[in-house]
């Protein structure tokens, strides 16, 4: 999948390009609140599965223990509106390596992927794993639950999301969010559905000088989400540790 598109950009629909707005500004604060209705969903799936579960206690620990990440989660959404002045970009901003954040993230929507039918591979090459995540993971995060609910509307019983992130000889950084939904309608024009949105996803792709893409899958049914990165933008980003 990765090599299908890394270097494809033919027949793209760019995102239109808004101008950023206040710290914390209305739509912002309907996103966070799309956010933690999400979180909340999601640990009212992992509660309930946990106790069907009780009979296998691995299972129901795994299950508690995606609630508690998820409710750490909303109570670093809810400090940073607490506090306007630092409640901007800052306050989605990893500092951990990609590939290890990676893990954290997919972590993050298994409840969701796991109700929908939908299971998630990923590859993350050496080069692309060592980076800092910077800002991105709330828009891997958000990519990855938008995927999983394509999926969900294809009306399939199983699904497939595959997360690719690898560099180029460019220095840029390529993120590919692919799904086996219904894939792209004529009136189809930018990634949409729930979760921290698109609108805050494309305001940190735009920080960072980047730009999304949504795809159409070239042999079947689905869609790619593809985000390009320099890489230096990313390495400024994270802070002088990282230059």
Do not use: W, Y
Request: net charge negative; aromatic share 2%.
């Amino acid at each position: 999948m990765r090599d299908a598109f890394t270097h494809s950009s033919s027949g793209h629909i760019d995102p239109d390009r808004h101008e950023p707005g206040r710290a914390v500004d209305p739509p912002l604060m309907r996103e966070i609140a799309h956010e933690l209705n999400s979180l909340l969903d999601g640990i009212g799936r992992c509660v309930q599965l946990a106790r069907t579960r009780l009979s296998r206690p691995e299972d129901a620990e795994h299950k508690l223990a995606l609630a508690g990440e998820s409710i750490g989660r909303m109570k670093s959404l809810l400090e940073g509106l607490m506090r306007p002045e630092t409640a901007d970009l800052a306050v989605f901003a990893e500092h951990q390596p990609m590939g290890e954040s990676v893990t954290a993230l997919i972590r993050s929507v298994a409840s969701e992927a796991e109700a929908a039918g939908v299971t998630i591979d990923r590859e993350v090459l050496p080069e692309a794993a060592a980076l800092p995540i910077g800002p991105l993971g709330t828009v891997i995060q958000n990519g990855l639950r938008n995927a999983i609910q394509a999926c969900a509307r294809s009306g399939r019983p199983q699904g497939h999301v595959e997360l690719s992130i690898c560099t180029t000889p460019r220095q840029e950084l390529i993120i590919l969010i692919a799904d086996t939904g219904p894939g792209l309608h004529p009136a189809d024009t930018e990634p949409h559905g729930h979760g921290i949105g698109l609108a805050l996803s494309r305001r940190i792709i735009e920080s960072l000088g980047g730009r999304m893409e949504l795809l159409q899958v070239p042999f079947g049914s689905g869609a790619v989400l593809k985000i390009h990165v320099a890489i230096r933008a990313l390495l400024t980003c994270a802070g002088p540790d990282h230059e």
